[in-house]
């Protein structure tokens, strides 16, 4: 069993082309149960940078080589929680970033991060 969720759709988790790792939209699935565990806001950012994490390192990254993030929340009043989780996991110079409101998510998660990184 792999660290990270398998695609639950017609998509790669991840693909590479040169020296760019170009990683799918991650929401909060434990690859374990294969199910969102949580609702609370701060969990669902953990498991999604978790799940991020696993795949850069089947790959020989870490978060530091991360370019570009793009992130999406069902409720924007989530932004400064999820900021909190984020910085957790990113240390300058952070990613290039852009947060977005959508109105849902799959599986009804909360949050969904796609990452772009160089190898």
Known sequence: MSNYPKAIGPYSVFRQTNDLLFISGQIPINPNT???E??????????????IGAILK????NYDKVLKATCFLTEIENFAVF????A???TPPYPAR???????????AKIEVEIIAQK
């Open 34 to 36: 294969g199910e969102i």
């Open 58 to 61: 089947e790959n020989g990254l």
């Open 83 to 86: 900021n909190e989780i984020y």
């Open 98 to 108: 852009s947060v977005f409101a959508v109105k849902a998510l799959p599986k009804n």
């Open 88 to 90: 957790e996991f990113f």
């Open 38 to 51: 949580s609702s609370d806001i701060k969990e669902q950012t953990r498991q999604v940078l978790k799940n």
